[in-house]
């Protein structure tokens, strides 16, 4: 029997076995089956859910029952939920059982958590192989060292100034990996959005939940985008360039830098993957990046059905129709084109919404479906997964793997041609 943990206000976390961990598909409270559950990972870390109290199992009388005072003190005290924060590499199976909270909660990928024998153990499946953004390889000791050289090999370049603030404040991955010169590197070309998604990490409205990171502040130069890329693309293992981070808007709105970069780097290098991370709402937009030769597109998308999506990303200037029409432009250029697919227990495992999810994977010829915890306050969620009949996310995974035996499902981009 896995334990329920709460935590102390001052963040101290303890099990309480006489209560079984639950945990919660939307607005359903289940107990996790072993299948459901694995080992904390490597590089996960526990959150603190303030003013929500964790809901567990009573062992005693099998009720669904909230811990709200600490049942280790004489004297009353608080306690409160605790979640989990996975690496790259692992999804989400279930949201952590707790009351809603008095505030709104920060945009976090909460996931359920609980303890058995010592260890704790956390709601998630491994979805794809992880060594590469393991936290051991970043923030590392010679990071500053390096950040320092950048800025001597560039000097006066916005991007690298933007990048080491993302890498030293917010530990960004993509914006380090310019820096150790590796792998996938970030480029953030946008402070401007065609969107309001609900749970923007880059820009939360007034009295919102406060957004995690601050929105560039301005657009560069295509010299400025083209230097950095070049530089990366020529000497980085396995390179990729991915515009469109958790630092900006929409990259495609800033096509004609993008456009005019393209044509610099492939005039001086072939090397590399040159990838957009977009909500593929402005289809001139992407038709001048096909043109001028961008190598891939992520979309991403918290639903298949429109209303949905309409509900969720609140577009500004664009409908699921232009999405969808970026989309056929993609296949039809033939284009590398993976879906980022905000997913959400409870919402995103219902029957309706596989089905539509597959036709548009096959109906666009998409390569790839990126699985992406949706950072979010679950309280937002609520009305959205009013309607809905989950599966279970493994269930889930299993059905679209086995109905699109040619898609590969994983967590993060990589170059498929
Ligand atoms: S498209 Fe991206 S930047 Fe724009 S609102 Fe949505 S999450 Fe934020």
Known sequence: ??????????????????????????????????????????????????????????????????????PYKKRSEPVYAVAALLPQGFTRTYMPAATTAEQTLPLLGYTA????????YVAAAATDEHQRWAPRHYNSAGLPQLIAARRREFPGNRIIEQLAHCALEYGCFTAQNIFYRRWEGGIPVSPAC?????????EQP??????????????PEAQ???????????QAEQPIISFGQGC??????????????????????????????????????????????????????????????????????YAFADVLRSLRLMRERGRQVSLNLLTY????DDRRRLDALCGLVQEMGIRQIQLRNLNCDPSLMQDFCAASEPLG??????????????????NYSRDLR
């Not at 992407?286 to 609140?314: C, K, N, T, W």
């Open 1 to 70: 029997m896995v334990a329920l943990i709460f935590s102390r206000p001052d963040g101290q976390w303890f099990d309480f076995p006489p209560m079984q961990m639950a945990a919660a598909s939307g607005n359903h409270l289940t107990i996790p089956s072993k299948s459901e559950l694995i080992e904390l990972p490597e590089g996960a870390t526990l959150t603190m859910m303030p003013l929500a109290a964790p809901i567990g199992m009573d062992q005693e009388t099998g009720q669904f029952l909230a811990l709200d005072e600490n």
């Open 113 to 120: 958590v609980g303890s058995h024998k010592g260890k704790l």
């Open 194 to 202: 065609n969107a309001a998604c609900l749970c923007c990490i880059s």
């Open 206 to 219: 007034e009295g919102g939940a406060g957004s995690p990171q601050q929105r560039i502040g301005f657009c």
């Open 224 to 234: 400025e985008i083209a230097a950095v890329a070049i530089a990366h693309l020529q």
């Open 248 to 317: 900006e808007g929409e990259p495609s709105l800033a096509y004609t830098q993008i456009a005019a970069a393209i044509r610099l780097i492939r005039g001086a290098t072939e090397r590399g993957l040159i990838n957009i991370n977009t909500n593929a709402g402005a289809t001139e937009a992407v038709r001048e990046l096909l043109e001028a030769g961008m190598d891939s597109f992520r979309v991403s998308l918290f639903s298949p059905i429109a209303d949905e999506y309409m509900a969720y990303h609140q577009p500004r200037d």
């Open 345 to 348: 227990p409870g919402f995103t």
């Open 393 to 410: 996310m493994l269930r889930f995974i299993y059905e679209l793997q086995k109905r699109l035996p040619e898609v590969r499902l994983g």
